[in-house]
């Protein structure tokens, strides 16, 4: 059984549109994450959520929203999507958040804004 | 700032041992993880190390210096399939994951 996974794996879409990916983790994990990996390879977060609090990365822009439906799941809407946004996107889990937990990651998103 | 620091590509030998460094300089600190990313796939943990010195496990070993701001991965017996990007990721005051580029290690017959 996939422990976090995300749909969809590949994502090809034009500039302007709006577009979301879904992840989802079967280890019952309090906390999920979302993280963009550039094209240099570096993973950079741009939120982590649990039941309690939103945490977002100061340098997402806000066309990018966080939704949660319920603990196992943690969505990513994009508005407007722009060249820029270009990358693969990793969602992760952890048992809790405010300590040293290990992340499991999903499969990644690939994401290609033409 | 906070920063993580690694050689961008190494190359090895298949059955030889190989050490990809890593420095790193966070706000704050509560351990440093290593992760495996082999192409097109997600990272997956390797180590985690908050005390100094070496966490042996299997052909994998991690070491930590706090006061230098520094740890090693230690690959041992190399397989061709352990050629991947090797990611090092401190972790802050804020349990945030701050993430070096990665080292890709090519393996070579």
């Known amino acids: 059984d996939t422990a976090v996974s995300q749909t969809p794996k590949y994502l090809v879409t034009q500039m302007g549109n709006d577009k979301s990916i879904k992840c989802e983790q079967n280890l019952g994990h309090d906390t999920m994450y979302w993280y963009k990996q550039d094209s240099k390879k570096f993973l950079k977060i741009m939120f982590s959520y649990n039941n309690k609090e939103l945490i977002i990365n100061e340098t997402v822009p806000n066309r990018f929203s966080p939704k949660s439906p319920d603990k196992a799941h943690l969505n990513l809407h994009i508005n407007s999507l722009e060249l820029g946004d270009s990358a693969v996107y990793f969602c992760?889990?952890?048992?809790?958040?405010?300590?040293?937990?290990?992340?499991?990651f999903g499969p990644g998103t690939r994401l290609l804004v033409l | 700032g906070q920063n993580i620091d690694q050689p961008t590509e190494m190359t090895a030998t298949e059955g030889a041992i190989v050490q990809i460094n890593c420095t790193y300089q966070t706000s704050g600190f509560n351990g440093l993880f290593w992760y495996q990313q082999h192409a097109g796939e997600a990272p997956t943990f390797l180590s985690y190390n908050v005390l100094d010195g070496l966490e042996e496990k299997g052909r994998f070993s991690s070491f930590l210096s706090r006061s230098k701001g520094y740890s090693y991965l230690l690959l041992k017996e190399l397989q061709m399939k352990d050629s991947a990007s090797y990611l090092c990721a401190g972790m802050d005051s804020n349990y945030q994951l701050i993430w070096g580029a990665g080292t890709k290690l090519i393996i070579k017959p």
């Open positions: 992760a889990s952890s048992q809790e958040a405010g300590v040293t937990e290990t992340q499991y």
